[in-house]
């Protein structure tokens, strides 16, 4: 693997040079695959006293043939940067399905699997990640007791500092902190990722979860850059909740606030009755295309109910876009 220097100097040569493509859903290519509890389960959790059905990193370590297919499928349809399959890889995630202990060999097996499979492709990136996990530092799941918190800040950082060292021991690029509902949590990954990994180029990306423009704790996109630009970020954006069609003033806010890279990785639109995604790749492609011409987008990609169809045709439409200027701090 190159080192944390040269992959920092590869990952601004491609920024500076055209809007970057990031990949598809992870999550929506397995379920596709239409697992049984017994599938997630491999033969190693055969016995296992919890369910593990829809625990989509368990695959990293039973079903990993599919796993690596699913990052093939995405680098082919011309993604520069794949995300490892460890969205809930945490030991505070894992505890509901009693895999708190293995959270280490789901982020180091899951980089790993990345790591091969964008490796048989030229000057692809791997994106570790880290997401907001079950839990909310910043309010209490107790409506009688407002000072009530399931986890600790501490708990909650030292649990993304084992990630984060597993995911760069496995040989990832970069370290994303992702789905950013609860900006406290957000917090904590960053201190985590600060201490065990702080030459790792660092991704983040908050999510808006409705029209009021705000995340889950209360902060507006200008709130939340405030709040983690301490961090000096590589790149920052939004991604998941919303479709792009809602996303654009939100995208445009950061475009603005933050003065480093911006990324956007919307769903396939809002969900619909059933909680499936129907927006299909022209949509997607057409709206993050305006965004792009906007002058607001470095990298674009997609997230719940995206595939490589999606990935391609972003592509396809970023092509003969410039990417936005980044400004000086």
Excluded at 25 to 37: A, C, F, I, N, R
Excluded at 110 to 138: C, H, I, M, Q, Y
Excluded at 182 to 199: F, M, Q, R, S
Excluded at 247 to 272: D, F, H, Q
Aim: hydrophobic share 40%; proline share 5%.
């Amino acid at each position: 693997m190159a080192t944390s220097t040269s992959v920092r100097e590869r990952l601004e040569r491609l920024f500076q040079s055209r809007i970057v493509i990031l990949d598809g859903s992870m999550g929506v290519m397995l379920q596709h695959k239409g697992l049984s509890d017994e599938d997630f389960r491999g033969h190693r959790f055969r016995d296992h006293p919890k369910p593990l059905r829809n625990n989509s990193d368990v695959l990293c370590l039973t079903q990993p043939e599919l796993v690596t297919q699913v990052h093939r499928e995405y680098l082919e349809a011309g993604a520069d940067i794949v995300t490892t399959n460890t969205f809930t890889a945490t030991r505070v995630s894992q505890a509901d399905f009693g895999l708190e202990d293995l959270a280490y060999e789901m982020n180091l097996e899951g980089a790993r699997l990345a790591r091969k499979a964008a490796d048989a492709f030229e000057n692809r990136f791997v994106a570790g990640s880290l997401g907001p996990t079950n839990v909310t530092l910043s309010l209490s799941p107790r409506v009688e007791d407002a000072s009530y918190r399931d986890v600790t800040f501490d708990q909650l950082r030292d649990g993304y500092a084992e990630a984060a060292r597993a995911l760069v021991e496995g040989g990832v690029d970069i370290l994303l902190i992702e789905t950013v509902f609860d900006t406290l949590n957000g917090k904590a990954a960053i201190a985590a990722v600060k201490e065990v990994a702080p030459d790792v180029p660092l991704f983040l990306s908050v999510t808006i979860v409705d029209r009021s423009g705000r995340n889950l704790s209360g902060q507006t996109v200008e709130a939340f850059w405030t709040s983690v630009e301490h961090a000096q970020p590589f790149a920052a954006g939004i991604n998941c909740s919303l479709g792009a069609t809602e996303m654009r003033p939100y995208i445009e806010a950061m475009s603005r606030v933050a003065p480093v890279y911006v990324t956007c990785y919307p769903n396939a639109g809002l969900p619909n009755a059933f909680g499936g995604y129907d927006e299909q790749p022209p949509t997607t492609s057409g709206l993050l295309k305006e965004f792009a011409e906007a002058g607001f987008l470095n990298a674009a990609g997609g997230c719940c109910g995206t595939g490589p169809e999606h990935i391609k045709q972003i592509r396809q439409a970023m092509e003969q876009v410039a990417p936005r200027q980044v400004s000086a701090a």
